[in-house]
């Protein structure tokens, strides 16, 4: 099995930046697509950035293009999320999660994900 342990939120002013990372341990980190959640209490769980296994695929919601960077390094069993030009509304629990069945960038949702994070808090001041 999967573990995930994110770690980088904090508090920010609006425009400011901050590197979120999830830390993976148990099967080969490489084989997983792996994607950025987050969540503010009373909405749904939205993706905000996904990548594949290899990291040669992306996506990024329409709302963070241009300011969210998703990577990872396998080598160190980890994925970054870096958040700049932050904005109040980015404000939320930060989840990362895992797909284990090979699930292409393009269809990947909430539904996909085989693993998650305990979460990371995100808050953004104006």
């Known amino acids: 099995q999967i573990q995930l342990v994110e770690s980088g939120g904090g508090v920010v002013q609006a425009g400011g930046s901050l590197r979120l990372s999830c830390v993976a341990s148990g099967h080969t980190f490489s084989t997983h697509a792996m994607a950025w959640f987050r969540q503010v209490p009373g909405k749904e769980r939205e993706l905000v950035a996904a990548?594949?296994?290899?990291?040669?695929?992306?996506r990024e919601a329409d709302s963070v293009k241009g300011r969210f960077t998703i990577s990872r390094d396998n080598a160190k069993n980890t994925v970054y999320l870096q958040m700049n030009s932050l904005k109040p509304e980015d404000t939320a629990v930060y989840y990362c999660?895992?797909?284990?069945?090979?699930?292409?960038?393009?269809?990947?949702?909430?539904?996909?994900?085989?693993?998650w994070g305990q979460g990371t808090q995100v808050t953004v001041s104006s």
């Open positions: 990548i594949s296994w290899g990291g040669e695929s992306t």
């Open positions: 999660a895992a797909d284990s069945s090979g699930v292409l960038i393009k269809f990947l949702d909430e539904s996909s994900m085989d693993y």
